[in-house]
Antibody, heavy 123, light 111 residues
Framework: EVQLVQSGAEVKKPGESLRISCKGS????????ISWVRQMPGKGLEWMGR????????NYSPSFQGHVTISADKSISTAYLQWSSLKASDTAMYYC????????????????WGQGTLVTVSS | QSVLTQPPSVSGAPGQRVTISCTGS?????????VHWYQQLPGTAPKLLIY???NRPSGVPDRFSGSKSGTSASLAITGLQAEDEADYYC???????????FGTGTKVTVL
């Protein structure tokens, strides 16, 4: 059974750093990209970026480039999303998902999702 | 910022048919990239509903169907049920952003 299990909820202060995780199981972790999606309170889904765990190649949405870092450790089938200096506006639910290619040049979709990690940033 | 536009809400009585539109542009849907749909029940993670414009993953009822034409796509729910009350999002790939994009989201209410 394919599963993505995310780390638990976090409460942080502005300016602090944070890394949240997403562990994949039940499939070959290096055969699929992992994407990260933000959902701010009461708002819609926002695509943040993705990583190819086989070689750690990443690409980011322009809205998130430079604000977060996506990484992966294929030896433990885990992807990460990290911040070096959190802001109150980073308060949101963050989801990881298995990112699947439809077919050549047709795009990607997210077939399995983690349960989400709630990040709260408040002084 | 979402580059795919959806109506904020749609509603229907049990048993009725509702449709949700997803309007994009020449850099995403109009460029030939596929459209996918997700259902998000309150307090839960999104779930894949339709992929590749019109394909249903195993376990998704055939009451849900998708289509795509030009720079737009649609999700149809026939035989609306109370359990379909949720938020629905479309998704595609955008060549100008070199990444995925989601729609603005639509709340479906069963009257």
């Amino acid at each position: 059974e394919v599963q993505l299990v995310q780390s638990g909820a976090e409460v942080k202060k502005p300016g602090e750093s944070l890394r949240i995780s997403c562990k994949g199981s039940g499939y070959s972790f290096t055969s699929y990209w992992i994407s990260w999606v933000r959902q701010m309170p009461g708002k819609g889904l926002e695509w943040m970026g993705r990583i190819d765990p086989s070689d750690s190649y990443t690409n980011y949405s322009p809205s998130f480039q430079g604000h977060v870092t996506i990484s992966a450790d294929k030896s433990i089938s885990t992807a990460y999303l990290q911040w070096s200096s959190l802001k109150a506006s980073d308060t949101a639910m963050y989801y990881c998902a298995r990112h699947v290619a439809v077919r050549a040049a047709a795009g990607y979709y997210d077939d399995y999702w983690g349960q989400g990690t709630l990040v709260t940033v408040s002084s | 910022q979402s580059v795919l536009t959806q109506p904020p809400s749609v509603s229907g009585a049990p048993g009725q048919r509702v449709t949700i539109s997803c309007t994009g542009s020449s850099s995403n849907i109009g460029a030939g990239y596929d459209v996918h749909w997700y259902q998000q029940l309150p307090g839960t993670a999104p779930k894949l509903l339709i992929y590749g414009n019109s394909n249903r993953p195993s376990g998704v009822p055939d009451r849900f169907s998708g289509s795509k034409s030009g720079t737009s796509a649609s999700l149809a729910i026939t035989g609306l049920q109370a359990e379909d009350e949720a938020d629905y999002y479309c998704q595609s790939y955008d060549s100008s952003l070199s990444g995925g994009v989601f729609g603005t989201g639509t709340k479906v209410t069963v009257l």
